[in-house]
């Protein structure tokens, strides 16, 4: 039986990522829009670098449409150099990208194509053939890259050993993170309480001298019996669920157990990609 539950919590799991993934950076991406509406630019910059940096598998839409608040927002607050950056990033996703003159100001629209047309006849960069790419070096920095993830992943697993759900805390699931805490303080909650319910009513059930008594005591002690252990093993799923969805369905964890790593080196320009591929066992 409990091999069963495991089962369906982990298939249950891995669908419930996803949603729990879109649902977190929908919220995101709606809160960044409201403090852009009423004028919080500087919320507006600190919660779109945290999503920007933090979320590898935004919608391309979604990554320019967070990128074009930035922007304005930096502009807003006389900070033009920022705001270049923040335009010639949407520029590299996309150089055709033109800001909608009915919802962005002619000021912002006019500095916009300013840098457009300033990104667009920048000479591209050559990379001549025989000039040497430093790989340790590119190499070193998706190691190390690697290494910091690695450390965070292995301080969540601590904590998610110690509290069901702190662990995804540490690793960026605040929604998974809280819902775990709270279905862990509600189980520990009951089978404490259970706990010694049954056993206070298995004194009862004992020290009964008649029949009629021992039967109302015995059923009194049963029911508690069972809700203790009912509480117990909801409590241990939800310990071993958090260790499984840590482990092997969120992305950081799925990346740690894989025994090989594949390192993509990409050094872009706009008209050239050397992509190196190594393969490294760990």
């Known amino acids: 039986m409990l091999r069963y539950c495991i089962l369906l919590i982990v298939l249950q799991g891995a669908s419930l990522k996803q949603e ?30 945290k999503i920007l940096n933090t979320s590898d598998s935004l ?13 304005i927002s930096h502009y807003s607050l006389w900070d033009e150099n920022s705001s270049k950056e923040s335009f010639k990033e949407i520029l590299k996703l996309n150089n055709q990208y033109n800001l909608d003159s009915l919802k962005n100001s002619p000021k912002i629209v006019s500095f916009y194509k300013s840098i457009k047309k300033e990104y667009s006849s920048e000479p591209p960069k050559q990379i001549k053939v025989e000039e040497k ?5 590119l190499l070193k920095i998706e190691k190390d890259k690697f290494q910091s993830s690695s450390t965070n ?11 069901p759900g702190w662990g995804h805390l540490n690793n960026g699931s605040n929604t998974k993170g809280w819902f775990l805490i709270s279905s862990t303080a509600v189980t520990l909650t009951s089978s404490i309480y259970f706990s010694f319910d049954a056993h206070s ?8 001298t008649t029949q009629p008594q021992i ?10 019996y069972k809700l203790r252990n009912i509480s117990l093993i909801s409590l241990t ?18 990346e740690y ?19 190196f591929r190594l393969r490294l066992p760990l």
């Open 20 to 49: 729990l993934f879109s649902q977190q950076i929908s919220s995101e991406l709606d809160s960044i829009k409201n403090k852009f509406e009423t004028f919080d630019y500087k919320n507006v910059i600190s919660l779109s670098e």
């Open 59 to 71: 919608l391309l839409n979604d990554r320019i449409e967070i990128l074009r608040m930035k922007a």
């Open 133 to 137: 790419i430093n790989i340790d070096s």
């Open 153 to 163: 992943l292995k301080t969540s697993f601590i904590k998610s050993l110690i509290l």
């Open 201 to 208: 009513k298995e004194k009862d059930y004992l020290a009964a």
């Open 215 to 224: 039967d109302e005591l015995y059923n009194s002690y049963n029911t508690s």
């Open 237 to 254: 799923l939800v310990w071993l669920y958090s260790q499984i969805d840590l482990a092997f369905l969120s992305n950081s964890g799925a």
């Open 257 to 275: 157990f894989t025994s090989n790593r594949d390192y993509n080196l990409t050094p872009f320009t706009r008209n050239f990609d050397a992509i």
